[in-house]
């Protein structure tokens, strides 16, 4: 199956990353997509409508998926942006060099667009060094992080490439804030998990996001994804349903006024959905191996 390569999602906005490289702010996520035949059908379906930026990683275990979608999609891999993650089991001195080309081989590809590390457990120190190493060796064009917080300081003071991205949990009830001023002068440019509250009723079904999205003729999901962009977040909704795949991508014919934004934006902080203390992410995630 081939795609329509020339096909680019219609008025896809692009960000400039502290690498140099540019990142479609709009993408396809793949966490929780079970298998790679049901992650290839997703992906196809993404690459169909002209979405070009694929998020996925080691832990998801879907990755094979995603390299035999780029594959059959017959797109240009200059025109994709493709990102994956190592997972704390990838971590450490000669250990992340090797995880690199493993997982460059399940995606079939020779490069990745943006690499990140998955949580900040483990040797993190070790492997940003060695994911370093990999941009230098063209294997990597992109670093950063993802789920540090704590810990983010000791990858910034020990590291000679700046993070290009921090993905973290972030939406209206979470928007991050504090987070994007603490980076901000690395140039380091948050991307979105959770960009709709992990699916929560409450948040989606807001007054709010009602309102706004009956004036623009739009769902309560278009209208956050859109807060999202307008906030310079990069998102990447996830969805095995074509019709919803289409849907959520349909965001970039409306603009939210100031106001609406300012009235989105007071409900900044008033509820996250990943709470596990640091204690428990060490003890969890060491615990744990993806498979290759």
């Known amino acids: 199956m081939g795609c329509d390569s020339n096909k680019v999602l219609p008025n896809q906005p692009y960000l400039k990353l502290n690498s140099g490289y540019k990142i479609p702010q709009y993408g396809f996520g793949v966490y929780e997509i079970k298998g790679d035949e049901e992650t290839e059908k997703a992906c196809l379906s993404a690459f169909e409508l002209g979405i070009r930026h694929i998020d996925t990683a080691h832990a998801y275990e879907n990755e094979r998926g995603v390299g035999s979608a780029i594959k059959k999609s017959g797109i240009p891999r200059g025109d994709l942006f493709i990102t994956s993650k190592l997972w704390v089991s990838d971590y450490g001195e000669g250990v992340t060099s090797k995880a690199i080309d493993k997982m460059l081989e399940r995606l079939g590809l020779k490069y990745l667009d943006l690499l990140l590390l998955h949580q900040q457990v483990g040797d993190y120190v070790a492997a940003y060094k060695e994911m370093e190493k990999a941009v230098e060796e063209g294997k990597v064009r992109s670093i950063g992080l993802s789920n540090f917080d704590e810990r983010l300081d000791e990858i910034l003071n020990n590291c000679k490439i700046k993070p290009a991205v921090l993905q973290v949990e972030c939406h209206p009830y979470w928007d991050q804030e504090n987070l994007k001023k603490r980076v901000e002068k ?6 979105s998990w959770y960009p709709i509250g992990h699916g929560d009723k409450d948040l989606i079904n807001n007054e709010i996001f009602t309102k706004i999205g009956q004036k623009y ?20 909704p996830k969805s095995t349903n074509p019709k919803h795949i289409k849907e959520n991508s349909e965001i970039f014919d409306f603009s939210l006024t100031k106001e609406e934004m300012e009235e989105i934006n007071k409900m900044g902080k008033t509820k996250r959905f990943f709470t596990m203390p640091l204690e428990e992410q060490e003890k969890m995630f060491k615990s744990w191996k993806p498979k290759d």
């Open 217 to 236: 003729q739009k769902t309560n999901v278009q209208v956050i994804l859109r807060w999202h962009i307008q906030k310079g977040n990069v998102v990447f």
């Open 186 to 191: 690395y140039g380091i440019i948050i991307e």
